[in-house]
């Protein structure tokens, strides 16, 4: 018997149910039957952080940012390359730290860009600065095998 996971829809935030054998095969939605893995970044508000924290099975790489940061936007377009080469293994999030200033107080975010791991709804691990693609996907890979 294969193992389950719950992911949350990143369009309706329903969580499903998913085989791990499955990730794969372009899981839907069972209620809005969209797709659960469309190979980008999902924007999220506090409360939907909280929500893909809790509920979902999944690594979180959060990339906590600000529509100002020159580095943040100059590191934004390898950041959705990333989601492309970790989904479905990992679900990728962006938090406007602007527009969401309790999320990165709550975690204590002092530079942008500054990405975050998440595993089992705790950090474990992060990184300030911009990074390339290879470099994004190599320090992610690295994080989920130690």
Same mark, same amino acid.
């Given at each position: 018997?294969?193992?389950?996971?719950?992911? $949350?829809?990143?369009?309706?935030? @329903?969580?499903?149910?998913?085989?791990?054998?499955? +990730?794969?095969?372009?899981? &839907?939605?069972?209620?809005?039957?969209?797709?659960?893995?469309?190979?980008?970044? +999902?924007?999220?508000?506090?409360? %939907?952080?909280? %929500?893909?924290?809790?509920?979902?099975?999944?690594?979180?790489?959060?990339?906590?940012? #600000?529509?100002?940061?020159?580095?943040?936007?100059?590191? @934004?377009?390898?950041?959705?390359? #990333?989601?492309?080469?970790?989904?479905?293994?990992?679900? *990728?999030?962006? $938090?406007?730290?602007?527009?969401?200033?309790? *999320?990165?107080?709550?975690?204590?975010?002092?530079?942008?860009?500054?990405? @975050?791991?998440?595993?089992?709804?705790?950090? $474990?691990? %992060?990184?300030?600065? @911009?990074?390339?693609?290879?470099?994004?996907?190599?320090?992610?890979?690295? #994080?989920? &095998?130690?």
């Amino acid at each position: 018997m294969s193992e389950s996971l719950h992911l $949350v829809c990143p369009h309706c935030d @329903a969580i499903n149910r998913i085989q791990h054998a499955d +990730l794969s095969k372009s899981p &839907t939605c069972g209620k809005c039957h969209q797709a659960l893995f469309e190979a980008q970044p +999902l924007a999220v508000t506090e409360a %939907r952080f909280d %929500r893909h924290l809790a509920k979902s099975d999944l690594p979180l790489l959060v990339d906590f940012w #600000a529509p100002w940061c020159g580095p943040c936007r100059m590191m @934004a377009p390898a950041y959705a390359q #990333a989601a492309a080469q970790l989904e479905p293994h990992v679900r *990728l999030l962006k $938090v406007d730290t602007q527009a969401e200033p309790g *999320l990165g107080s709550r975690y204590g975010i002092r530079s942008i860009p500054t990405l @975050a791991l998440f595993k089992g709804g705790q950090e $474990v691990t %992060r990184q300030a600065g @911009a990074m390339g693609l290879v470099d994004i996907v190599r320090w992610t890979q690295a #994080a989920l &095998t130690r």
